[in-house]
Nanobody, 126 residues
Framework: QGRPVESGGGSVQAGDSLRLSCTAS??????????MAWFRQAEGKEREGVAS??????THYADSLKGRFTISKIAVNTLNLQMNNLQPDDTATYYCAADWGLYGTLSLQTSRYNNWGQGTRVTVTD
């Protein structure tokens, strides 16, 4: 059913904004049943959940990122992450993931997902 493919990473300065996109490499109807999410992994740290969206559009965010990051599903198989007021601590590789049957807090748990993208790097400098 295809894999997530991320795009939009880059190097920015503190206070800048960036938008990441994730699209399925191959569209199938299965994607309409998937929860999709963004995770990030900084060097030397564990991968952590950033934000997720359930099939019905319900969103969830890591508490520390609420207000700065916005997740949106703009098509059945396309997910965006708008990141505002970026800070050096946001430097990480950002991954898109998708899977079936993940709701609530489960949708932000790394171990629950089986379909992962390759990641896109975001670097924020002072």
């Amino acid at each position: 059913q295809g894999r997530p493919v991320e795009s939009g990473g880059g190097s920015v300065q503190a206070g800048d904004s960036l938008r990441l996109s994730c699209t399925a490499s191959k569209y199938t109807n299965t994607w309409s049943t998937y929860s999709m999410a963004w995770f990030r992994q900084a060097e030397g740290k564990e991968r952590e959940g950033v934000a997720s969206v359930e099939p019905d559009g319900t969103t969830h965010y890591a508490d520390s990122l609420k207000g700065r990051f916005t997740i949106s599903k703009i098509a059945v198989n396309t997910l965006n992450l708008q990141m505002n007021n970026l800070q050096p601590d946001d430097t990480a590789t950002y991954y898109c993931a998708a899977d079936w049957g993940l709701y609530g807090t489960l949708s932000l748990q790394t171990s629950r997902y089986n379909n992962w993208g390759q990641g896109t790097r975001v670097t924020v400098t002072d």
